[in-house]
């Protein structure tokens, strides 16, 4: 038993205690799951880039299910219904906020967050993230390599 407090002392604790900043986007496209198929690897790959920017935000468990819809609807949408059936049925059960990975539901948030709305204020955090990302792709995209 005490092995376990000192667990959570040492690593459970000092992201609630002291976290609660946005910490910079993550993506590993389906994370656990192919990007696609053999003959299209990366098929459905977008679909997975946007779930990972609403769960990195993450939400309350409303925005949550929207976020797994999306993803579900999306995949269907390249042609792969029952693909998008597993992935649904996947997300659903791993990407809960209360397991410590990578790919949790608001894995951007400090652990042990949970549901909970995104303030005015966190949401501007957001915002300026994605904001940052798009100018850092835009200048990296713009650099003519060839000469």
Excluded at 98 to 118: D, E, N
């Amino acid at each position: 038993m005490r092995k376990i407090i000192v667990f959570m002392a040492l690593f459970l604790l000092p992201s609630i205690a002291f976290g609660g900043e946005l910490k910079p986007l993550t993506i590993d496209g389906c994370s656990v799951f192919p990007d696609g198929t053999l003959e299209h690897r990366s098929l459905w790959a977008n679909c997975c880039i946007k779930h990972d920017i609403a769960y990195w935000q993450g939400g309350t468990c409303d925005d949550r299910r929207e976020a797994d819809e999306a993803l579900k609807q999306c995949v269907s949408k390249v042609g792969e219904p029952e693909i998008a059936k597993i992935m649904l049925a996947g997300v659903r059960v791993g990407g809960t906020p209360y397991l410590p990975t990578s790919y949790r539901w608001g894995y951007g948030w400090p652990y042990l967050r949970g549901y909970k709305k995104i303030t005015e204020e966190e949401k501007l955090e957001v915002k300026n993230e994605l904001v940052s990302l798009k100018l850092l792709l835009k200048s990296i995209l713009d650099v003519n390599i060839l000469n």
